[in-house]
């Protein structure tokens, strides 16, 4: 690997990805990706950032929770097992050189590329009570492409909503080595997370915290068994010995994500024979989940200790990554003239 931007300390493919500071993250967010991150640590170099200019974009009118959503990322990072020993844990607003390339690139990315790119029209549309109409947000993809390729990943995990980014980011990389005739950026691959199962709220619509159908990370053990009980199931069954279907019942779903392999056998059996209820069904969804969450749960309780210990952690996550930042850009500014 000869790519001298990268400041590469290893030889371990290096990857990268970010998340916008929106809140708790809750069951969808962690099965859908955190949990993917963490297992990655054990493989590669990873930087994980939260990406809170991105969160501006669209929230630029109300601003008041960032700096608290920032915080509370991290910490549900670290008790997801994100571990600040193993990977950089950093936030992008404290990287002013992920600014700096982002102005670069902003002078080589043709405007009809951004304009063209199916997430601005259809965020604009869906926000319709948001002024969406700035410079920054049409820009949105060329500043995740700075945040990309100041880190020189080899991949980027992320959901299948941001491939046209990604895709954008290799076109920004591609035109960037053309124009000045040198392999600066080598393009980045997307790393699809492999549950891009929709995980199910308990009103059996997609998980999310709009529609108030979430379990949290940060919801007690309590909690998650309360609300896994309000869950709803197959509709026709009202009765106790109504018989059910377990397609297309969202704890059913959730089984087959949790649970082993004999108890989602017996489970689909047994639901359509009406041998099992679903009060008792549910409990059997419970146990597996709630003892998934442990290690979480107890990981929370130790940070709540040392609370001071997470500005400390992310300054030092900031401290790495500025470092592979600073030399991404002086190699820029050679090659660009600057
Ligand atoms: N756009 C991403 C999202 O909304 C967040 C993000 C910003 C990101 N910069 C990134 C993800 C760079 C991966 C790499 O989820
Ligand atoms: Fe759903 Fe289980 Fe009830 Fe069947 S028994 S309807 S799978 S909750």
Redesign the pocket.
Known sequence: MTNSASGRTSNRRRLLSGMQPSGRLHLGNWLGALETWAAEQAKHDCYFFVADWHALSTNYQDTAKIRGHVREMIIDWLSAGLDPDRSTLFVQSRIPEHAVLHVILSMITPVPWLERNPTYKEKQEELKERDLTTYGFLGYPVLQAADILIYQPDDVPVGVDQLPHLELCREIARRFNHLYAKPVFKEPAALLSKTAQKIPGTDGRKMSKSYNNAIYLTDTEATVREKLKTMV??PA?VKRTDK?N?DI?P??SLHKILSPQPVIER?DRE?RTAA???ID??KLVADPLAARLTPLWEKRKEIERHPDQVEAIITQGCAKAQTVARQTVKEVYDVIGL
């Open positions: 199931t197959d069954r059910g377990p019942c704890v059913f489970v639901c099992i209820g679903c069904c549910k």
